[in-house]
């Protein structure tokens, strides 16, 4: 009875070609334009803008002095320093920090410290700056004090490696900034799923066709047709995202899939949250079925953009800003899952990724379960 269920679902929804438009056509066209408007992709490095830092200094002398021109000459590449320092006393620079005006601020004095009112990525650079040059500090003393006649040789080092951001090879594979954009491109059309999904809570419930007030009345268990209705979605919906992900990856020659088995799981457990929040829309909501569409189809837009599809960067904004809306947000979810695949070298974050991508879907689709089961109805 469930595949013979899961048969005719299938049969009926891969004739829907406006669904199929939706989910795959789309997002191939939209992929299209992004290759031609970007063009030859760009330098991760490219992208980095000089971090305004607030220096205090603690006392003046020659480690002090040496300090300031170690951070004033750190650059990113020879075009882009590394820091626009802002010398400030101690309680002017943690204001400074307050108010956004700096990413941080260092103090100097027989240690470095560091204040962050957030974490993110210009602060992580910031760390690694003070850490960098407080173990050369060390091995310069080190070599001070064992051997002196080497001590020319040592602050020569300190000083001669001042970019210290380089782009680096990760996975055998370069690091392109414009990948953000085609896995926003790819969660988004995993979230045109619910287009499906909506076809799939039209087609059970009585109110709104012929082919609902039967299915309503049959006494198949409602669960067993909503799981095989979903899986033959799912399946179909599966589907278009290979068909994409293969255009981008083949045709397009986007450096997508390094990790081809992991990142299928992601493109898999997306297939599935997109499928189900459709589901979920279409059974909770009792608009017309014309407001579902564009409920459906505002809410993916939302989710893309809040998830960097229009600016790669609003996701790191809404990281420092509201946290927790990265955290819900499918887009996001998805589009972090692949990129931690490029950029991680444990899968931490990824498996954090598909662990609430998993969680999510399995709530809306007993929400959508319940919803419908208590649906009442006068007459049919």
């Given at each position: 009875m469930f595949w013979h269920l899961y048969k005719y679902c299938f049969l009926s929804l891969i004739r829907r070609k406006e669904l199929i438009f939706w989910a795959m056509l789309f997002p191939i066209i939209l992929g299209t334009l992004f290759k031609a408007g970007f063009g030859s992709?760009?330098?991760?490095?490219?992208?980095?803008?000089?971090?305004?830092?607030?220096?205090?200094?603690?006392?003046?002398?020659?480690?002090?002095?040496?300090?300031?021109?170690t951070i004033t000459s750190v650059s990113f590449n020879e075009d882009t320093p590394m820091f626009d320092v802002i010398m400030a006393t101690q309680e002017e620079g943690a204001a400074m920090v307050k108010d956004g005006t700096v990413e941080g601020q260092i103090i100097f004095g027989?240690?470095?410290?560091?204040?962050?009112?957030?974490?993110?990525?210009?602060?992580?650079?910031?760390?690694?700056?003070?850490?960098?040059?407080?173990?050369?500090?060390?091995?310069?003393?080190?070599?001070?004090?064992?051997?002196?006649?080497?001590?020319a040789d040592a602050m020569t080092a300190l000083h001669e490696d001042t970019s210290f951001l380089q782009e680096v090879s990760l996975g055998g594979e370069k690091i392109d900034s414009m990948l953000q954009y085609f896995y926003a491109l790819i969660a988004m059309a995993c979230l045109y799923g619910n287009f499906?999904?909506?076809?799939?809570?039209?087609?059970?419930?009585?109110?709104?066709?012929?082919?609902?007030?039967?299915?309503?009345?049959?006494?198949?268990?409602?669960?067993?047709?909503?799981?095989?209705?979903?899986?033959?979605?799912?399946?179909?919906?599966?589907?278009?995202?290979?068909?994409?992900?293969?255009?981008?990856?083949?045709?397009?020659?986007?450096?997508?899939?390094?990790?081809?088995?992991?990142?299928?799981l992601v493109c898999l457990f997306g297939s599935i949250i997109g499928v189900t929040l459709g589901l979920f829309i279409?059974?909770?909501?009792?608009?017309?079925?014309?407001?579902?569409?564009?409920?459906?189809l505002g809410l993916s837009m939302v989710f893309s953009m809040l998830g960097g599809l229009m600016f790669s960067q609003m996701k790191y904004i809404i990281e420092q800003k509201a946290p927790f809306i990265n955290r819900i947000?499918?887009?996001?979810?998805?589009?972090?899952?692949?990129?931690?695949?490029?950029?991680?070298?444990?899968?931490?974050?990824?498996?954090?990724?598909?662990?609430?991508?998993?969680?999510?879907?399995?709530?809306?689709?007993?929400?959508?379960?319940?919803?419908?089961?208590?649906?009442?109805?006068?007459?049919?």
């Open positions: 992709s760009t330098s991760i490095i490219e992208d980095y803008t000089t971090i305004p830092v607030a220096l205090t200094m603690e006392q003046t002398n020659e480690q002090s002095e040496l300090f300031l021109s027989d240690s470095i410290q560091l204040v962050f009112s957030a974490s993110g990525l210009n602060q992580s650079i910031i760390k690694i700056f003070a850490d960098q040059y407080q173990q050369n500090t060390a091995l310069t003393m080190h070599v001070l004090a064992n051997d002196p006649s080497k001590l499906l999904g909506l076809q799939n809570a039209e087609s059970i419930q009585a109110n709104l066709t012929a082919l609902g007030a039967r299915r309503h009345v049959t006494p198949t268990h409602h669960m067993k047709l909503i799981v095989a209705d979903t899986l033959a979605a799912f399946t179909i919906h599966f589907a278009n995202i290979l068909v994409v992900c293969a255009y981008l990856r083949f045709i397009l020659r986007v450096q997508i899939g390094t990790q081809p088995v992991y990142f299928l279409g059974s909770v909501s009792r608009k017309s079925n014309g407001i579902k569409i564009a409920l459906s947000n499918p887009v996001a979810l998805i589009s972090d899952a692949f990129f931690s695949l490029s950029v991680y070298d444990d899968y931490s974050r990824y498996i954090s990724s598909l662990v609430t991508l998993g969680a999510m879907a399995v709530i809306l689709i007993i929400a959508s379960f319940i919803a419908i089961r208590r649906s009442r109805y006068a007459s049919l």
